[in-house]
């Protein structure tokens, strides 16, 4: 397996922030505090509080927009 490094991240899933320099091939990846993977907002504190506000701003969006433009029948 070949892992592109310029393509990759680090995260270190602890309550506090940790330093865990990762190396691959000689280089070390850089390390981040928040990801999304499949459409998921994944934190290093594993709270999803984040993700939950950002999923009710989308929905919140949808329902303006569904509003303005008024009944389709």
Request: glycine share 8%.
């Amino acid at each position: 397996m070949r892992i592109s490094t310029s393509k990759s991240e680090a995260m270190v899933l602890d309550r506090k922030r940790v330093a865990c320099p990762l190396r691959v091939g000689g280089e070390v990846l850089p390390q981040v505090e928040e990801f999304k993977y499949l459409g998921v907002l994944f934190t290093s504190e594993g709270k999803m509080e984040r993700e939950i506000d950002r999923r009710i701003g989308a929905a919140s969006a949808v329902m303006r927009s569904v509003y303005r433009t008024g009944p389709s029948w």
